[in-house]
Nanobody
Framework: QVQLVESGGGLVQAGDSLRLSCAASGGTISSYTMGWFRQGPGKEREFVAGLTWSGARRSFANSVKGRFTISRDNAKNTVYLQMNSLKPEDTAVYYC??????????????????WGQGTQVTVSS
């Protein structure tokens, strides 16, 4: 059973940057596709970014392309989401998730097997 713990959230101003981390325990994530999702106030959970086990395939939501990057360090069992040029509409709880279908990135939350508890990101204008 893989446990995921997100960290790095906080309150920032528009235009600032944040790096979220997702640390895994209880198992290795090296054979999982990893994804980041978010859920803003009054909104449904949405896909943000994901990458396959090797990092060879990456996918981003249109709303974050060019601003967010995703990376992983399998030796540290950790995935990162670098968020630059943050906007108030990026305000949400951010979740990391692991999908055992390691060779492709899905933007559908139902495809992911393990989830973290989330970290709050608030961007003020």
């Amino acid at each position: 059973q893989v446990q995921l713990v997100e960290s790095g959230g906080g309150l920032v101003q528009a235009g600032d940057s944040l790096r979220l981390s997702c640390a895994a325990s209880g198992g290795t994530i090296s054979s999982y596709t990893m994804g980041w999702f978010r859920q803003g106030p009054g909104k449904e959970r949405e896909f943000v970014a994901g990458l396959t086990w090797s990092g060879a395939r990456r996918s981003f939501a249109n709303s974050v392309k060019g601003r967010f990057t995703i990376s992983r360090d399998n030796a540290k069992n950790t995935v990162y989401l670098q968020m630059n040029s943050l906007k108030p509409e990026d305000t949400a709880v951010y979740y990391c998730a692991a999908d055992s279908t390691y060779y492709r990135v899905s933007d559908q939350s139902v495809e992911y097997d393990y989830w973290g508890q989330g970290t709050q990101v608030t961007v003020s204008s």
